[in-house]
Structure formats: structure tokens, C-alpha cells
């Protein structure tokens, strides 16, 4: 995960004007222009990458959907709630679609969700504390093809040839270059590649 910083009191203009007009309304009442909008507006703020695996997202509904971080059989006041609203991929059996209706200890708006997992180089997400290792949990994120992905991406990264990168300015140079935002967007799995060249030079 990335930390996702939402701006104090923003959402999108279209959904305000909603919740003017239907101040008892709740979220599935939505038409389909302002959910778009609110999808629209979480990929830019996560640039463009899924709020859960990094997986990058086009914003549209092709690859992604809104996601209530604090779900909404949890928490029904926060349905409407642009700052509990992320972007999440679409696949089978992980993110939005592993999360349901179940409680996320660990979220994308905690500083921690950078440091309290981290990636092996076979592309397992490791636990540091226990809210970690539900999170995992929660959103399957050690599902076998997202490890395999992961793994692909990282050891291409690492390895040169047949051997290890070992320059350390080399490395920390790759790490600013993978966190540069470029047109709006991030680099498929960056935080993750980040994370594991981290421990790399640890």
C-alpha cells in the first residue's frame, strides 16, 4: 500500500450538489455520473494506482471501482463520505473484492500501511504487527498470481543479468525515479519495488 492523502473537506462538486438535493440519500442511490466523478477523483489522488496492491487503474470502470475503506454495513454515515472513499482494482478474490463488509485494521490513510508490510523478493507481503497480517488477510494480498506479478516486477528490477544490483547509489537513484509522479500517475507496483529496494540497501 501507498498512504493516501485525502485534502480536509474536499469531494467532488458533483457530489455535493447531490447530497444538497437528497440530504436523506444514501450511497446506492447515486447516479452513475457522480460515482463516476468520485472513481475519476480517487485515481487521481492515488495516481492511478489501486489503493490496496498498487496494480495500476485507469479510472474508469473497466478496472476499477469505489471503495469504502470503513465499510458501509460498518459505518453508515460515512457512505457519503468523499475522505472514506478510495479507488480499488476490480480483481477476483483481492482488494474491494476480498474486503466485503469486513473491519481493515490497517487502511491507506495510516502512515503505517507503508512500513507494516513489507515485500519479499519472491513478492510475498510480510506482516510486521498483527493489524498488517489482517489486513493481508482481509485483502488477500498474498494471492498466488499477485505474489507471482509482484515477484516478476521486483527480481527484473533487481537482477542484471544474472546478478544482483549491489550499487547503492544506483539503487537509491531508481527509488527516486520510481516515486516521481509522471503525467499524474505512478508506475504499476512502484510502492512496492520501493519498498523492497529499501531493504535492499537496509
Known amino acids: 500500500m501507498r498512504k493516501i492523502i485525502k485534502r480536509l473537506g474536499y469531494e467532488p462538486s458533483s457530489l455535493t450538489d447531490w447530497k444538497t438535493r437528497n440530504p436523506n440519500g444514501n450511497y446506492k442511490q447515486l447516479n452513475s455520473f457522480v460515482k463516476k466523478e468520485i472513481r475519476l477523483e480517487c485515481a487521481k489522488e492515488q495516481f492511478y494506482l489501486c489503493s490496496y496492491c498498487c496494480r495500476s487503474v485507469s479510472g474508469t470502470s473497466i ?110 537513484n531508481m527509488i527516486l525515479e520510481l516515486d516521481k509522479v509522471k503525467q499524474g500517475k505512478l508506475q504499476p507496483f512502484s510502492p512496492v519495488i520501493v519498498n523492497v529496494l529499501r531493504q535492499w540497501i537496509a
Not at 72 to 101: K, M, P, Y
Request: charged share 25%; proline share 4%.
Open 63 to 172: 478496472d476499477c471501482m469505489n471503495e469504502h475503506v470503513t465499510a458501509r454495513s460498518i459505518d453508515q454515515t460515512r457512505e457519503l463520505d468523499f475522505s472514506n472513499i478510495v479507488t480499488s482494482c476490480i480483481e477476483e478474490h483481492q482488494c474491494d473484492n476480498a474486503h466485503g463488509n469486513q473491519p481493515l485494521p490497517l487502511t491507506p490513510f495510516d502512515s503505517e500501511c507503508e512500513t507494516d508490510i513489507v515485500f519479499k523478493l519472491s513478492g510475498e507481503a510480510k506482516a510486521c504487527t498483527p493489524n498488517a497480517t489482517e489486513t493481508i488477510k482481509v485483502l488477500n494480498l498474498n494471492k498466488a498470481a499477485l505474489v507471482e506479478e509482484r515477484r516478476e516486477i521486483v527480481t527484473t528490477i533487481l537482477l542484471d543479468g544474472n546478478s544482483a544490483i549491489d550499487d547503492r547509489d544506483l539503487i537509491q
